[in-house]
């Protein structure tokens, strides 16, 4: 194995991946992050440019000391709002699954760096749908009525006894997903009677990237 899978972790509650690319050798699975949130601020950050653009001009003319000089903070709005849109939009993630050569290589990039984690097939005992305990929201805030809720999962377990995360979301794609992938890969699909009643993996550590 190369790669520390604890760097594949996610706060949220749903990654949501999708079939990118399916052959007799490769299966891709790719998510996309925040596209919602990267959008809402991208068109914020548009709109402000009316009034930043006519701010910044005055304040090439005439300085700090002119009339415009209490409204420098909008330019300085408009560049934070920008570079929040292009760090969710470079938010990607990507798991292949390559048959040929009997490995599956997991990517996770942003504009910030790009972490890779290679697994050899030997190296995998099983695949396991089952549920996380993930933070509620309030926990993200710091708030001492946080709890933690049971999500559907769907995890790589290695011989080494750790898990890997493949997806979270609706345990009814989660379990087509795994049987397909339980297929390609000619490994066991553990499959509980009640996966969100399951309490076999840690509770996702809200200091996790995701």
């Not at 706060?11 to 999708?18: E, V, Y």
């Not at 097939?121 to 089952?130: H, Q, W």
């Not at 699909?189 to 309490?199: A, G, I, M, Q, R």
């Amino acid at each position: 194995m190369e790669g520390n899978p604890s760097d594949f972790e996610a706060i949220g509650s749903r990654l949501g991946f999708r079939v990118e690319e399916e052959s007799q050798n490769k299966i891709r699975l790719v998510w996309q992050g925040a596209r919602f949130p990267a959008f809402l601020c991208l068109g914020i950050a548009i709109a402000l440019l009316f009034v930043s653009l006519p701010i910044l001009e005055a304040l090439r003319q005439r300085g700090f000391e002119g009339p415009a000089a209490s409204l420098w903070y909008f330019p300085l709005m408009n560049l934070i709002l920008l570079g929040i849109a292009a760090f969710l939009l470079s938010v990607k993630r990507t798991i292949l699954f390559d048959r040929k050569k009997r490995q599956i290589i997991m990517h996770k990039r942003s504009i910030l760096r790009t972490t890779r984690l290679r697994i050899g097939y030997d190296e995998v005992t099983a695949l396991r749908l089952g549920a996380d305990q993930v933070y509620s929201g309030f926990a993200l805030a710091g708030s001492s009525a946080a709890e933690t809720y049971p999500v559907s999962s769907l995890r790589l377990i290695l011989k080494s006894g750790e898990s890997v995360l493949l997806d979270r979301g609706g345990i009814k794609r989660l379990k087509s997903l795994a049987e397909r992938l339980s297929n390609f890969v000619d490994k066991p699909l553990e499959t509980p009677e009640t996966p969100l009643d399951s309490t076999s993996f840690p509770r996702v550590n809200p200091m996790s990237s995701g």
